[in-house]
């Protein structure tokens, strides 16, 4: 088969899928919501929302320690990613280890 061909082949492919999301029931994620009274409703969302932390820049906070390399520490603030600080910042303690827990400060 030649070059052009196999263009030419893609391209209807992609033509014949073009609509094919068209009649897709954008409704669908409102099908659950009556499930829920309004009280269950405030209930879950408060919960929720108490899952979420602000933290700001010169913060301290306690963490644990979950990863090492060469370079770094890796650790758990319970934020919604970890944190990397080097390996140079302990250089106080005599040794840093998996599952330690440590306090530091956001920047």
């Given at each position: 088969?030649?070059e052009?061909?196999?263009?030419?082949?893609?391209?209807?492919?992609?033509?014949q899928?073009?609509?094919?999301?068209?009649?897709?029931?954008?409704?669908?994620?409102?099908?659950?919501?009556a499930?829920?009274?309004?009280?269950?409703?405030?209930?879950?969302?408060?919960?929720?929302d108490?899952?979420?932390?602000?933290?700001?820049?010169?913060?301290?906070?306690?963490?644990?320690?979950?990863?090492?390399?060469?370079?770094d520490?890796?650790?758990?603030?319970?934020?919604k990613?970890?944190?990397?600080?080097?390996?140079?910042?302990?250089?106080?303690?005599?040794?840093?280890?998996?599952?330690?827990e440590?306090?530091v400060?956001?920047?």
């Amino acid at each position: 088969m030649e070059e052009n061909q196999i263009v030419n082949q893609t391209a209807g492919m992609a033509e014949q899928h073009a609509g094919a999301h068209d009649d897709f029931d954008w409704s669908v994620d409102k099908r659950n919501v009556a499930a829920y009274s309004k009280d269950k409703q405030a209930e879950m969302e408060k919960l929720y929302d108490g899952t979420f932390k602000d933290i700001s820049e010169s913060e301290l906070l306690t963490g644990q320690v979950v990863g090492k390399t060469k370079t770094d520490v890796i650790i758990n603030i319970g934020f919604k990613s970890d944190g990397l600080v080097s390996l140079n910042e302990f250089r106080d303690l005599d040794e840093v280890k998996i599952g330690d827990e440590v306090e530091v400060m956001v920047v």
